[in-house]
């Protein structure tokens, strides 16, 4: 049987999120509450988390999350870090061995800054450099996986349950702003845990439900521009268009999700001459990043959380409020079972984005 | 009048400036390869100093350039209507497709002057070189008037080979010692009373340009090429 | 003399107890196949001089007539076919090259048909295109590599110009001379009314047609007939004609005698005179020159319009579109081997080239690989037949495709193949007077339209199937094809997997 990266699978899935624009930080319990309200909508084929501010005290390094298959691999990998990357702690990720996660690979956990000799060298800036490494290391190096590569945030996720990976993680030990989570409902599997979400690069975390109809035409587009889908996964792609669009084209959120859940021409058409020549230039401009197909996304990022629904709005979202707390998640329950109490709960419409951001970027 | 100084500026940047002003009298200095000036330009009188760059006047539309130097490739390619004078010479391809308009050069043209130059109604296109022009002149001509004048060559025919090459209108004119070798589908003769009135017309008109002395270039013998309507080019067609 | 006789490949058929004797074949054939026998009392038909066309079948009121094949046969013969023989027969008399119109006719593949379309099982929702929102619209020109803003942070429109279709087809050049007035008529009116393009080929602009400029790309080919100033400000595009698929790497020849009226103007040369396409553009032998022509438009037009490029599918078409994307063109076009023609040497037609669905693929390929496919867009041609072919092209990578022959057939024409004979009883191919206003343009064009109304709404259920709502979501998804009977090398220049896998 061909391994995920080798076959497209497509999947259907559960996300919540939990942001405190106060930057108050909670540690992970809630939030694995919340997606196991909705373990129906998994099917014990992939969990994962994402947790922003986790790491205070490396905040200035890139912190790598990586699967290895085995000792030898590491070894290759190592070898490759030492030589780009100026590493100042490395570590086993902490994890609770449990019956339900099993198959586990060699993960572990580095933080990172590059060379700046390979900076000099490469004449890129810091934050392409590190996107290329990872996509090096990644393409290149069978058996190694970089899943987590951003500064002061880190992903965890594995082939089971949601709840029991966040378990499985020891998530209770890290404190975040910022929670995300995925429950995965692939339609076949070969059980790998790179395939499993959320899907990083640099800073950007993505989860998404719903399997998109345009994933061909978004892959052969970026990977103009040096991104290598070798997952096949229509996160990793969605990954890698905010990545390019956000990081790399200065797109501010909004844009961006103006490009990929572009507004239909004719309501395009409706709009006031200003709004209507930036909708279509944007629309036109990155028309192959048209993201059609149901999906709900959820993405992280420094500082922020944007949850995003197709433009017909095929899936289910929903976010609520409660103070400085904003939560999002694709059923009302997953919300109302770590806060009863909101002050606000709505349904964004398709195609319209829900941005929060830290009130002051600190955090508590 | 206008100014422009070449100098650090992209032909875009020139293109613009000529298009956008109102000024009629526009003088270009400096002019070190910038392409496409005056492209597809009407009413304006253009002096250029230097050496301008390929396609220069390409879809002339009634403009008089000035070239205080020599110009490259695809000089007028299908100029519509216009005057081009160019004191120097001029690289390939010159006059190429050529509808209207006349261009003088005082010297010597590169290879393929005055390709498929055609007339209609009364647009007329005339190329006079001064000097000699390179091979393949007059190729695929259907219209117009070409005239080598061989002012001060050391070539006995002041053409190169395959001189009007698929030419089926209009009329080569060489002022030379002997007749280059001519395709089946060419005749030539030499020019009698009424081609010399022709002739005259457009040697004085170089004259007036370049400062030659007329009586000096007339009193050599002309030659008129046209195509050969008894033996024209044709592919024998059978229809399956 | 006798030796000279070939038998005609078809034979009309008349059914003599329902002919009326009425003479309306007599009047519609141009080839003058019908004759009334007066001494007899009934109708003659020469075979002989039958094209084919139809016209009788489709005019006769009694429906008394028919076309069969001849069943007249040599011996039979696997390597010399009738048709062989029949060419050899035809120049050992003539001398001549062999001459034919409209596309490749020979049984080389057609890609299209071993490409196989995917729809939404479960996984992801299908959509009614009749009741949900699809769209269709594209945007032709390139696009920008960087998002620029001005000092107050707003995003600054770096777009070059694009054309704006409402459905991803548009109508191919073909020419006025090669085709009737009442056959451009019918283009202009059609592309105005479907909110797409129609293109003038490489003859000039008629100056009725000027109206209808903001839906005509005009062309400029090597000949350069009618090209001036108001020529490249009429249309809305500007298309340079490097090569067409039916006859790669040769040029054109309308000969003086065609050269009368109207299209003397429109092509600015006399009437009478030869207008004669040289092979090549002879400012552009190597690909800087042809950077050079696009940029002497773009300074003619005050880069206003979009360039578009055509050339013929070659066998290195891929570096070919690789180089015109970085001449500084917006559009490419390419045109397969199956494209038609008013006239083209047979061998030509039939032996030079290959086909669109190989070089399509290979070329959007080439184009990502080097990372400027969001330079250019990509049009195809070269027998795009029904809307399954363009969903395949723009699911192999096209923005749009260019239709000819089948806008000629919606107009009347019924590929008898003898556009080059002048004689067209169905008032397309031809100039003489009597014939072309057999084509009314009200008609025409609304024919046209339907056609591609028709095409639109099957292109809009084929991408709800696929669960794919707006048309931009489907350019190089290739993952929605999937190939049948084709071997490894095949699938892998399509980038597309075997059904199955």
């Known amino acids: 049987m061909l391994k995920e990266g080798e076959v497209r699978i497509p999947s259907g899935c559960a ?23 909705m373990h129906d909508r998994s ?4 969990g994962g988390f994402a947790g922003y501010g986790i790491y205070p005290q490396y905040a200035d390094f890139y912190a790598f999350h990586i699967f290895y298959d085995d000792n030898e691999i590491r070894k290759e990998a190592e070898n490759f870090l030492y030589q780009n990357f100026f590493i100042v702690n490395m570590s086993m990720i902490p994890i609770r061995k449990t019956k339900k996660i099993s198959d586990e690979p060699l993960i572990l956990r580095y933080f990172v800054k590059p060379l700046d000799a390979r900076l000099h060298e490469t004449n890129l800036d810091e934050k392409e450099f590190v996107a290329r490494m990872v996509i090096k290391v990644n393409t290149t190096i069978k058996g190694a996986y970089i899943f987590s590569s951003g500064k002061n945030m880190g992903i965890f996720k594995a082939v089971g349950y949601p709840e029991d990976v966040g378990e499985y993680y020891r998530l209770e030990e890290y404190d975040a702003y910022c929670w995300t989570a995925h429950g995965r409902y692939p339609t076949n599997t070969p059980g790998w845990w790179g395939g499993a979400h959320p899907f990083g690069m640099l800073d950007y975390s993505v989860v998404h439900n719903g399997e998109i109809s345009s994933y061909d035409a978004n892959r052969r587009y970026i990977e103009m521009f040096g991104y290598k889908c070798t997952l096949m996964t229509d996160t990793e792609v969605i990954a890698y268009v905010v990545d390019f669009l956000c990081r790399r084209q200065g797109l501010s959120m909004q844009e961006m999700a103006g490009v990929i859940a572009a507004p239909f021409w004719s309501t395009i058409e409706k709009k006031s ?3 209507r020549a930036l909708a279509e230039y944007l629309r036109n401009t990155f028309s192959s990043l048209l993201i059609t197909g149901p999906f709900s996304i959820m993405v992280g990022f420094e500082n922020g959380l944007m949850a995003l629904n197709d433009r017909l709005k095929l899936r289910s979202m929903v976010v609520g409020e409660k103070d400085d707390m904003t939560y999002i998640a694709s059923e009302e329950c997953a919300i109302r079972a770590i806060e009863p109490n909101l002050d606000r709960i709505w349904s964004p419409r398709g195609g319209e984005p829900v941005v929060v951001t830290l009130d002051k970027k600190e955090v508590k | 009048m206008l100014k422009i100084d070449c100098t650090d500026k992209h032909f875009s940047e020139i293109g613009k400036l000529i298009r956008e002003t109102k000024e009629t009298q526009i003088v270009i200095d400096n002019a070190q390869g910038h392409r496409y000036i005056a492209s597809g330009v009407g009413g304006k009188e253009i002096t250029i100093n230097g050496t301008p760059g390929n396609a220069m006047g390409a879809y002339l539309d009634g403009c008089k350039i000035v070239v205080n130097g020599s110009a490259q490739d695809a000089i007028g390619d299908t100029m519509n209507d216009g005057l081009i004078v160019i004191h120097g010479n001029s690289g390939d391809a010159t006059g190429y497709s050529m509808r209207g308009g006349k261009i003088f050069i005082k010297g010597d043209a590169g290879y393929r002057a005055g390709i498929h130059m055609k007339a209609y109604k009364d647009k007329f296109p005339v190329l006079v070189i001064g000097g000699k022009a390179g091979s393949f002149l007059g190729e695929y001509q259907a219209g117009g008037i070409i005239l080598v004048l061989g002012i001060n060559t050391d070539s006995k025919t002041n053409v190169g080979f395959f001189t009007g090459n698929g030419m089926h209108g209009g009329k080569i004119i060489l002022r030379s010692d002997e007749l280059p070798d001519l395709p089946e589908q060419i005749v030539a003769r030499k020019a009698n009373a009424e081609d010399m009135q022709e002739i005259e017309q457009y040697v004085k008109e170089y004259c007036g340009y370049f400062g030659n002395e007329p009586k000096d270039i007339l009193s050599k013998e002309f030659f ?16 399956v | 003399m006798s030796i000279n006789y070939i038998y005609p490949p078809y034979e009309v058929v008349r059914d003599f107890n329902k002919c009326i004797n009425c003479k309306i074949c007599v009047k519609q054939c141009a080839n003058e196949v019908h004759t009334f026998d007066e001494k007899r009392g009934i109708m003659l038909a020469d075979d002989t001089k039958c094209v084919n066309c139809h016209r009788c079948v489709a005019t006769c009121p009694t429906r008394a007539l028919k076309i069969v094949k001849s069943d007249n046969t040599y011996k039979e013969n696997a390597n010399w076919s009738a048709d062989s023989m029949k060419e050899i027969y035809r120049q050992a008399e003539s001398g001549g090259v062999l001459l034919s119109s409209m596309g490749n006719p020979q049984p080389l593949p057609v890609y299209w048909d071993k490409i196989l379309i995917n729809a939404s099982q479960v996984t992801n929702p299908s959509i009614d295109p009749l009741r949900e929102p699809m769209e269709t619209t594209v945007f032709l020109g390139s696009k920008p590599d960087k998002i620029v803003r001005d000092e107050t942070g707003k995003i600054v429109d770096n777009l070059q110009p694009q054309l704006k279709l409402s459905t991803p087809i548009m109508f191919s050049a073909m020419s006025y001379g090669s085709i009737s007035y009442n056959a451009h008529a019918s283009l202009a009116k059609a592309a105005e009314k479907l909110g797409i393009f129609y293109n003038t080929g490489e003859g000039g602009l008629h100056e009725d047609f000027y109206q209808y400029g903001k839906n005509t790309i005009v062309q400029v080919a090597s000949g350069r007939f009618g090209v001036y100033k108001d020529y490249l400000e009429a249309g809305a595009c500007i298309e340079i004609k490097i090569g067409q698929g039916a006859k790669p790497g040769i040029g054109g020849h309308l000969p003086g005698a065609k050269i009368v009226g109207d299209i003397s103007k429109t092509r600015m040369i006399p009437v009478g005179s030869d207008a004669i396409s040289p092979a090549p553009h002879h400012d552009i032998y190597s690909i800087e020159d042809l950077r050079q022509l696009v940029y002497s438009l773009k300074e003619a037009t005050d880069y206003k319009k979009p360039i578009a490029v055509k050339v013929a599918a070659v066998h290195n078409v891929a570096a070919v579109a690789s180089g015109i994307a970085r001449s500084g063109a917006d559009i490419i076009v390419i045109d397969g081997f199956r494209g038609g023609t008013g006239a083209a040497p047979t061998r ?16 959007d390929k080439r184009l990502r690989d080097e990372g400027i496919r969001g330079n250019v867009s990509l049009v195809v041609g070269g027998s795009i037949r029904n809307s399954a072919d363009v969903v395949k092209a723009i699911a192999l990578g096209a923005d749009a495709c260019y239709i000819a022959t089948a806008a000629l ?7 008898c193949r003898s556009c080059h004979l002048g004689k067209c009883n169905w008032g397309i191919a031809t100039q003489i007077p009597e014939l072309v206003k057999r084509l009314d343009p009200e008609t025409g064009c609304n024919r046209l339209v339907n056609l591609v109304t028709a095409w639109t709404h099957e292109i809009k259920e084929m991408m709800g199937g696929m669960g794919i709502n707006s048309i931009e979501a489907l350019k190089g998804n290739r993952l929605m094809l999937r190939g049948v009977g084709l071997n490894e090398k095949e699938l892998d220049i399509l980038g597309i997997k075997h059904a199955g896998e």
């Open chain 1, 273 to 275: 001459p200003e709004e």
């Open chain 1, 15 to 37: 996300i919540s999120g939990i942001f405190s624009r106060s930057g108050k930080l909670t540690n992970g319990e809630k939030i694995i509450t919340s997606i196991a309200t």
């Open chain 3, 348 to 363: 030509i037609r039939d032996n030079v080239g290959i086909p669109i669905e190989l070089a399509l693929a290979s070329v």
């Open chain 1, 43 to 46: 099917n014990g084929l992939g």
């Open chain 3, 409 to 415: 057939m919606a107009m009347g024409c019924h590929l």
């Open chain 2, 224 to 239: 008129v090429l046209t195509a050969n309507s008894a033996n024209p080019y044709k592919q024998l067609y059978t229809s």
